[in-house]
């Protein structure tokens, strides 16, 4: 098994410019998250989906769109890029349990220019 | 909403040595507190967790304790190894409905020298 794979690995954008990073897993879980990981600031949730046709924000939503795809597609769109989303981006899913581990996907370094 | 504060920043021990770190959490609601560990440039992994009905959860070298009480949890490392230098991070969750959103604290860069 994959787990959780990231692509890109590594992007970078002219201010204003738009793209999607793509998140895929094959462990057959149904929660599926988005997070920004800053330098002294952990990470962060942006958006999360709990199942298949469902999505919710979550602590920095602001700029950024989402789609499940499908149960093992979970999208993350950047519609006019901004230098203050030059992050690590990591995606991470687990089993549509309260108590269950969740595991990352590798990251993808975004500069915005 | 939750706020995770992690303590401290940055922590430098000897080979040998245990290391602490610590964390506190605002809402009296979460009862999930798992621990990540993530080494330079590699993604964050679990290295153990805890649930509020336990105080205290050992893993070989590894161990976390929980205070409800003062809302504050701890992790602990007795003989570090120079593999531990790594960037941990706390994170505390209500654990509502059928999944659970984590609030990570800020992480401790732990630097174990030989």
């Known amino acids: 098994n994959a787990g959780v794979t990231q692509t890109p690995k590594f992007q970078v954008l002219k201010t204003g410019q738009s793209m999607t990073l793509q998140c895929a897993q094959d462990?057959?879980?149904?929660?599926m998250y988005w997070y920004r990981q800053d330098p002294g600031m952990g990470l962060r949730l942006i958006y999360y989906?709990?199942?298949?046709?469902?999505?919710d924000k979550g602590e920095v939503p602001n700029g950024y769109n989402v789609s499940r795809l499908n149960k093992r597609e979970f999208s993350l769109r950047l519609e006019s890029a901004a230098p203050s989303q030059t992050s690590v981006y990591f995606c991470?899913?687990?089993?549509?349990?309260?108590?269950?581990?969740?595991?990352f996907g590798p990251g993808t370094r975004l500069l915005v220019l | 909403g939750e706020n995770v504060e992690q303590h401290p920043s940055t922590l430098s021990v000897q080979e040998g040595d245990s290391a602490v770190i610590k964390c506190t959490y605002s809402?009296?609601?979460?009862?999930?507190f798992p621990w990540y560990k993530q080494e330079l440039g590699k993604r964050p992994q679990l290295i153990i967790d805890?649930?509020?009905?336990?105080g205290e959860k050992k893993d070989q070298r590894i161990a976390v304790t929980l205070n409800k009480t003062a809302k504050h949890f701890s992790l602990h490392i007795t003989e570090t190894q120079p593999e531990d230098s790594a960037v941990y991070f706390c994170?505390?969750?209500?654990?509502?409905?059928?999944?659970?959103?984590?609030?990570f604290g800020a992480g401790t860069r732990l630097a174990v020298h030989p």
């Open positions: 805890i649930r509020s009905n336990v």
């Open positions: 989906s709990a199942s298949e046709g469902t999505t």
């Open positions: 991470a899913s687990n089993r549509n349990r309260g108590w269950e581990t969740q595991y």
């Open positions: 809402d009296s609601a979460s009862n999930y």
């Open positions: 462990m057959n879980h149904n929660s």
């Open positions: 994170a505390a969750s209500k654990g509502s409905g059928g999944y659970n959103k984590l609030i």
